[in-house]
């Protein structure tokens, strides 16, 4: 038995100016963040309810169709369109209006559970009291709708026993997305440090243009000693930072980063190292020689190193702050150890750059989720379905940032999708592969003598 969410989107949006499932809320559209955080709350499918001659939607992340209505549709119109298109399977309907595209999946998912709970029909998120979106009902309380005449406040009323209020802490099931001024609040809402975690994962975009103003004090090392807490194998800690604030060591580590105005820019770089120098230190003190050349420590100090990086990315963007990963700190890992001071057997794993960002690039989105999730056993049959959803999803990403004057200030070839770009990154052209083809021998002279 699955759950369907309907979503009216067919207005022309005049008070907004514009069709609001476009409406920007900081790099993603209205209707891309009613997806996910549908397929987050585990609505099975969407229907979307459009107006004849509307723009075609983005990819979205979750299985959906469109219901075309004449004219703009009224609420109700439009979930009487819907209802006639509901399959046989549908057991519980959620209607989020397009208008509430910031109520977080959380409480979707509530709602949704408290309809199909014995006793319930419909459900309804409250805030300080105030009945709001998404409302959820059994299949058979919805039908109601079929009734000409009969709007969806109407069912509510039907029958009160069966109605329940979930109460939340989200304002957003209160608030329209109904003027500009609207969206102005919408977005400064998203910009603030979001509620849950994952939401705030999700948010992640790499920022590559910073604010001279420099960390406030003490953040670093509160930031770092967060991030460090991170799983560790067998506890071994293989990791060091190095933040250079020093504009004159700054330029120099940039210079060996490919020359990246973000890395001069940023009022920190941090250079995550994978170490093994005090692992060295441990097994001298007890008469043993560590055993820098095993492929398995060598791997255990990388992921440590970068579990500690994303970590300290996290923790960054919780406080406000951006990042961007720098993996062109191994262009030159031995001149970077050197001008770092590194010691024996500890290497830049990768660099990272943080700051207080000025740039708003779009957050680019990923391939299909199963591309990526597999139940049990990988679907490789999946492969070719997701490679078509990665294109399209990375062209209607470029096509995006062209209209607002393109990525890292060039426009994006529209014809290269992600299958593309993979080819001419990895293919046998690799220039990736050719500019790291001293690596392991570079990795060597630094200690770490794998074989
Ligand atoms: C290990 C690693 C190294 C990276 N190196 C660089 C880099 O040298 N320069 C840069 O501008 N971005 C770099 N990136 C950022 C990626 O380009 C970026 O994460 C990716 O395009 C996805 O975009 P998003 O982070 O905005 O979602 C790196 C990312 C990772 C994880």
């Known amino acids: 038995m699955t759950i369907v969410a309907i979503v009216p989107a067919a207005g022309k949006g005049r008070r907004m100016g514009r069709d609001k499932a476009f409406l920007d809320l900081g790099g993603t559209t209205a209707i891309e963040r009613i997806a996910h955080s549908l397929l987050a709350a585990g609505v099975d ?29 009224d609420m109700a119109d439009s979930l009487r ?11 519980t309907v959620v209607v989020l209006p397009v208008d ?7 409480t979707i998912a509530a709602v949704a559970a408290q309809a199909m709970r014995t006793g319930t029909a419909i459900a309804r998120p ?25 709007v969806l406040r109407d069912l509510v009323r039907m029958d009160w026993s069966k109605v329940r209020d979930v109460p939340t802490a989200n304002a957003w099931v209160l608030a329209d997305l109904d003027t500009p001024q609207d969206l102005e609040s919408a977005r400064a809402a998203l910009a603030a440090t979001p509620g849950s975690v994952v ?36 506890f071994i800690q293989a990791y060091a930072v190095v933040a250079v604030e020093d504009p004159v060591r700054k330029r120099e580590v940039s210079k060996l980063c490919a020359d990246q105005k973000h890395v001069l820019e ?5 250079a995550i190292c994978a170490d093994l120098h005090k692992i060295a230190a441990a097994c001298s003190q007890h008469g043993q020689t560590v055993q820098a050349q095993s492929f398995e420590l060598f791997l255990q100090a990388t992921i440590d190193a970068a579990l500690l990086g994303q970590n300290l990315a996290l923790a960054c963007e919780s406080e406000g702050l ?28 990768f660099g990272m750059t943080i700051g207080t960002p000025t740039d708003e690039p779009l957050t680019r989105g990923r391939m299909p989720l199963a591309g990526v999730l597999h139940r049990e056993v990988y679907e490789a049959a999946r492969t070719a379905t997701v490679l078509v959803g990665a294109d399209v999803s990375m062209r209607d990403w470029a096509a995006r940032c062209n209209e607002q004057g393109g990525y890292q200030g060039r426009l994006v070839n529209l014809d290269k999708g992600w299958t593309d770009r993979m080819a001419q990154l990895w293919g046998e052209r690799s220039s990736y592969v050719a500019a790291r083809a001293n690596l392991v021998a570079e990795l060597k002279s630094l200690g770490f003598d794998l074989r």
């Open 266 to 270: 940023a009022p920190v770089f941090v």
């Open 45 to 73: 499918e969407l229907l979307v309810v459009r107006s004849h001659g509307a723009a075609p939607l983005p990819s979205l992340a979750i299985a959906h169709r469109i219901v075309l209505v004449t004219g703009e549709g």
């Open 199 to 234: 939401e705030h994962m999700r948010r992640h975009r790499s920022r590559r243009s910073y604010s001279p103003a420099p960390l406030m004090p003490g953040q670093l090392d509160r930031l770092v000693d967060a991030a460090r807490y991170a799983s560790t194998s067998s």
């Open 322 to 349: 951006g990042i961007c990963m720098i993996g062109a700190a191994r262009n030159h890992p031995i001149e970077l150890a050197r001008l770092l001071q590194l010691p024996a057997s500890c290497y830049v794993a």
């Open 81 to 91: 369109a819907a209802e006639s298109q509901l399959d046989a399977s549908c057991a």
């Open 100 to 106: 509430h595209a910031l109520v977080e999946a959380d």
């Open 126 to 150: 409250t805030f300080r009291g105030k009945p709001g979106h998404p409302v959820a009902m059994r299949r058979e309380a919805f039908a109601a709708i079929r009734s000409p005449g009969i």
